[in-house]
């Protein structure tokens, strides 16, 4: 398992209940409460509680209000992401490809064009899931195919074509078997 900061990556942090936490701790270290004491009851490591009393010596209990959002800031603004999302509905002909198959790179020239910013295709995956946009491999068939005649086919033709297992006892023409 691979961790980041104390926490296991791909596992989303509870700011509010880490904000509960610091300011629970604050109360203890404000009661004159030691700091690895605090760090027991909390369940914080003892440097964490130094760091947090620190903080509350230069600050009060707002140094310890949570930070805000953690990671860069999103650069697709929720109406660029609806525009995205319009534009793929349409489907990738109306961009000008001959296919209606979306691939990471029409999707990052779709973003390109409809919001200005550059994604690299190899990311464009994490928009299309947050769209709830699943990869799925399109059903190759031809436009011609006529369903109706198939069926046709498949209930009177196949049946006739299909082979059908000899009656017990019939003699056999497999090589391995004595006679």
């Known amino acids: 398992m691979v961790w ?13 209940a880490l904000e509960r936490r610091r300011l629970q701790a604050a109360d203890l270290l404000q009661k004159g409460v030691s700091q690895s004491e ?4 909390v369940g914080a490591h003892r440097q964490s509680v130094s760091q947090w ?18 990671g860069r800031k999103p650069r697709l603004r929720p109406e660029d992401v609806k525009r995205i999302e319009r534009g793929l509905k349409r489907g990738p002909e109306a961009l000008g490809y001959e296919s ?15 919001c200005g910013i550059q994604y690299h295709p190899g990311h464009v995956w994490r928009i299309l899931r947050q769209l709830g946009w699943s990869c799925q491999r399109p059903v190759g068939r031809a436009l011609e ?4 005649k198939i069926r046709r086919w498949k209930k009177q033709r196949w049946p006739e074509l299909k082979k059908k297992p000899k009656k017990k006892g019939a003699p056999s023409s497999s090589s391995t078997k004595a006679d």
Do not use: C, Y
């Not at 509350?56 to 953690?70: Q, T």
């Not at 195919?145 to 109706?148: A, G, S, T, Y």
């Open 4 to 16: 980041s900061m104390g926490f296991p990556v791909g596992v989303r942090r509870d700011f509010e």
């Open 38 to 41: 605090v760090a027991r009851q």
């Open 53 to 70: 009393a620190a903080e509350l010596r230069e600050k009060g209990r707002k140094g310890l209000r949570k930070a805000g959002r953690a």
């Open 100 to 114: 209606s198959l979306w691939t990471a790179n029409r999707v990052a020239h779709l973003i390109e064009r409809e």
């Open 145 to 148: 195919r006529d369903e109706e």
